[in-house]
Structure formats: structure tokens, C-alpha cells
């Protein structure tokens, strides 16, 4: 299954401190911890001797450095994977094959990231790219995670779709009266598909808008689960000057039909605290939260028979036959 060579989000890298975490990823259970120098490891949640979770162990300081302790037995592992100690054998020396099942893990955009599988050819070897992350010109902040009961495909789709703006956000991102979409440019890539030229009318586009405006999208899909928007309202109607804002979609797909998201802003607005921004946030995206859980199927339909479609929702439509290219299959039908 080519998803499990990908890499996936799977908690705020801030959570994942002095004890072990559990997370789900793609149907599988998983725990996250971090050894002696802070370094972040993810392994099937099972210890090997009988089964329990080791999400529900410690870690322990141990001469040789940090390792994770089984919470039935108190078997204690490595951060390779191996375990180093038995405690009802103290003698006991065990083996390289008692070890836990690990998989890869890093830290990018404020989130842990997770593979299960390495990928033969080395496609899936990057963490899906976020230009923004690195201009220094623009704040970070990480929203969620919001919880839905929904595929992934389903939360990447509506990411990318301006035609509901005016109905499920009314007043804020679009409004009832003003719903028609201008045509625009979508173009596959390597790693999914650009669409730009994308126009929407708003009454509140962000939370720093003044004034109504014409606001500019440009959406990226950079990942089957991932997708950046970057937005560039009218200049009149934001009270910052030369202001932008882009926002990565990351999506922990933790079963076929239900996911975790965060959104991560880069954004001009340097005067609003934390609160306020995540706030918007957090009222756009619940707005979308009960409609997309109402989708019937959950799954995303890749025969585009299944569904209907029109010119202004091609980027879908492109979306869909890029994930039926890729062979992807959690999630879709």
C-alpha cells in the first residue's frame, strides 16, 4: 500500500514530552516518545513479549540513555527497539530479536511525522514542502487538531472547493448572492496539482479584514493528505500592509473514515495574539465539520461517474484521477 511509504502527521511535536504518546495512523496503533536527547520515536504500540501498549509504559532513565518501559512486565527498550532488560531475569541477556516493531519518525512544521514503511525507490522520502515556513517575513502558528469523522480525500476536496463559501460560510468566507466562480487554471504536478487564478468575493476573508474584497487563492495539493492555500486579499480591505497568508492542510488519516487535522498559518498579522487567530480558525473549519461528516460515502469516490461534477469543480476532478494514478487506496472508493 504505496500510503505507508508516505509520511503522515500525527501529533504536535509539543505534545510528545517525558511520556510516551499513542496515536493512530492509517488502521495501525501507534506510540510516540523521545529519548534522552530529545530525539522523537514512533513504534507499533504492542510490546513484543505479550502485546500490551507501551503507550501506557514510561520512559525511564537508564545508564546507556533513555528507554521505554513495558507497563505489564517492565521489559525495557532502546531507542533502536531492542530490548535491554528483562526484570524477571535480572541475568537474562536478551537477544537482538527481542525487539519492539519501529518506524521512522521526524519533526516538521510543528508536527510529528510518521512512515511506517520505507519506500523502495525513495518516493515518499520528503515531508510534504511548505515554502512559507521559512521567510522569516511571516508568523507560524499551528491550529487544531480537529477530529472528523470523514476521510482524508473527503477534507482534501473541500480544502480545495470555493463554490461552498457562500452557503456553509456565510458572512464570513462568502455569501449567498455572490457565489459564482470565475474560471481558473489547475495544472497536475508531480506531487498532485496547482490551481490558480482562483477568485472568491468574501465579507471577512481573514480576520484582519476591514472591508469586503475580491481575494486571490492559489491552492496546491503537495501529498495525497496534504494541501497549502495561499491567499492575497484586495490591499483596501486588510489593515496591514502588503499582507499575505498562506495555510497548510495536514491530515492524519487515522482510519479509512475518520482523520485528524491541523492547519498551519504563515501569516503577516504580527498584532493579534495566538488566541484570537486560532479562533478564526477554529469557526471556518467547524462550520465544515458537520457537512463534511454528512457525506455519503465517507470514502471518496474515484469513479467520476460516481458523484456529478461541473467546470468549477475541476480541481477535484483532478484531484480524484491524481489519486487513482498514485494507487491510493485508504480512504477512497
Known amino acids: 500500500m504505496i500510503e505507508r511509504q508516505l509520511w503522515h502527521p500525527v501529533a504536535l511535536a509539543e505534545d510528545v514530552a517525558a511520556a510516551p504518546v499513542a496515536v493512530r495512523v492509517l488502521g495501525e496503533s501507534l506510540v510516540l516518545w523521545r529519548d534522552d536527547v530529545a530525539a522523537v520515536h514512533a513504534w507499533t504500540d504492542r510490546c513484543p513479549h505479550r502485546g500490551a501498549q507501551l503507550s501506557l509504559g514510561r520512559v525511564v532513565q537508564c545508564e ?13 527498550f532502546e531507542a533502536g527497539g531492542r530490548c535491554m532488560q528483562v526484570p524477571a531475569l535480572p541475568e537474562f541477556v536478551p537477544p537482538a530479536t527481542h525487539r519492539a516493531m519501529t518506524h521512522a519518525a521526524r519533526e516538521a512544521h510543528g508536527l510529528v511525522w510518521v512512515r511506517l514503511d520505507a519506500p523502495a525507490d525513495g518516493e515518499g522520502d520528503a515531508i510534504p514542502a511548505f515554502a512559507p515556513e521559512d521567510d522569516m517575513r511571516l508568523r507560524k502558528l499551528t491550529c487544531g487538531p480537529y477530529d472528523v469523522e470523514t476521510s482524508a480525500p473527503r477534507l482534501v476536496e473541500n480544502f480545495l472547493d470555493m463554490s461552498h463559501f457562500g452557503f456553509v460560510h456565510e458572512g464570513w468566507l462568502g455569501a449567498r448572492d455572490m457565489t459564482a466562480i470565475d474560471d481558473y487554471r489547475v495544472e497536475a504536478t508531480p506531487h498532485g496539482l496547482l490551481a490558480t487564478g482562483c477568485k472568491a468575493w468574501q465579507p471577512q476573508s481573514t480576520i484582519n479584514s476591514t472591508a469586503p474584497a475580491q481575494v486571490e487563492y492559489t491552492y496546491e495539493v503537495t501529498a495525497p493528505y496534504t494541501a497549502v492555500l495561499t491567499k492575497i486579499p484586495e490591499a483596501a480591505s486588510v489593515g496591514i500592509d502588503d499582507y499575505r497568508e498562506s495555510i497548510a492542510l495536514y491530515i492524519c488519516p487515522i482510519d479509512a473514515e475518520r482523520s485528524r ?4 498559518l504563515a501569516t503577516a498579522d504580527f498584532e493579534r495574539d495566538d488566541t484570537a487567530l486560532r479562533a478564526f480558525q477554529d469557526t471556518i473549519f467547524l462550520q465544515d465539520k458537520p457537512v463534511l461528516e454528512s457525506q455519503r460515502p465517507k470514502c471518496l469516490p474515484l469513479d467520476l461517474r460516481a458523484e456529478l461534477h461541473t467546470v468549477a469543480d475541476k480541481a477535484s476532478s483532478l484531484y480524484r484521477r491524481h489519486l487513482k494514478m498514485r494507487g491510493i487506496t485508504f480512504g477512497v472508493c
Open 64 to 76: 546507556g540513555g533513555a528507554r521505554l518501559e513495558c507497563p505489564y512486565h517492565g521489559w525495557r
Open 261 to 264: 487535522v491541523w492547519f498551519r
